[in-house]
T-cell receptor
Framework: GENVEQHPSTLSVQEGDSAVIKCTYS??????FPWYKQELGKRPQLIID?????GEKKDQRIAVTLNKTAKHFSLHITETQPEDSAVYFC????????????FGAGTTVTVRA | DVKVTQSSRYLVKRTGEKVFLECVQD?????MFWYRQDPGLGLRLIYF???????EKGDIPEGYSVSREKKERFSLILESASTNQTSMYLC????????????FGPGTRLTVT
């Protein structure tokens, strides 16, 4: 099955700086790559996603890039704010008929004021 | 707004007990999922279901079973709870024609003593 690796496991940044989280996947045919954010004590929520026919997608201060050749994708957060502190999960969807996702292990991001 | 609810936020059970975790979604979603979340391991899929009475094994089904008798309800069953099943359990649901976004419940923190 699909294997997703996520790095780093923890990330501490100064408020206003950028944060980058990287994920690699094993199945070259995977075609959908979402990112979920889980604030402390809350449920994970989708923040951005990208499909395999797109190289980059941006939504305000967050962006995701996809490199299909290298089988990796990244989340970029610019001008970080305290409310960006959370655990971020990447995921990949293999090309199967079901709707399941394979998640990475998560990155705990702490934004220092 | 999609609402996914879980029967308990916190649960304490003894080794060997049979445990039922229930998940209900109110948006007529076909797909439902059960994950366990452990530090450093991310979200691991236990079972999923794409229709009433249908179930598929995820990545870590051992020691668990599921039931989906109604479209809105997906139950996770621990036939004989063990201490290594102490974890956070998250339920999620998704809709066939709305892409692959999964909506998560608030989670159940299960402790097996």
């Amino acid at each position: 099955g699909e294997n997703v690796e996520q790095h780093p496991s923890t990330l501490s940044v100064q408020e206003g700086d950028s944060a980058v989280i990287k994920c690699t996947y094993s199945d070259s045919a995977s075609n959908y790559f979402p990112w979920y954010k889980q604030e402390l004590g809350k449920r994970p929520q989708l923040i951005i996603d990208i499909r395999s026919n797109v190289g980059e997608k941006k939504d305000q201060r967050i962006a995701v890039t996809l490199n299909k050749t290298a089988k990796h994708f990244s989340l970029h957060i610019t001008e970080t704010q305290p409310e960006d502190s959370a655990v971020y999960f990447c995921a990949a969807k293999p090309p199967s008929n079901d709707y399941k996702l394979s998640f990475g292990a998560g990155t705990t991001v702490t934004v220092r004021a | 707004d999609v609402k996914v609810t879980q029967s308990s936020r916190y649960l304490v059970k003894r080794t060997g007990e049979k445990v039922f975790l229930e998940c209900v979604q109110d948006m007529d979603h076909e797909n439902m999922f059960w994950y366990r979340q452990d530090p450093g391991l991310g979200l691991r899929l236990i079972y999923f279901s794409y229709d009433v009475k249908m179930k598929e094994k995820g990545d870590i089904p051992e020691g668990y079973s599921v039931s989906r008798e109604k479209k809105e309800r997906f139950s996770l069953i621990l036939e004989s709870a063990s201490t290594n099943q102490t974890s956070m359990y998250l339920c999620a649901s998704s809709l066939w024609d709305r892409g692959y976004e999964q909506y998560f419940g608030p989670g159940t923190r299960l402790t097996v003593t």
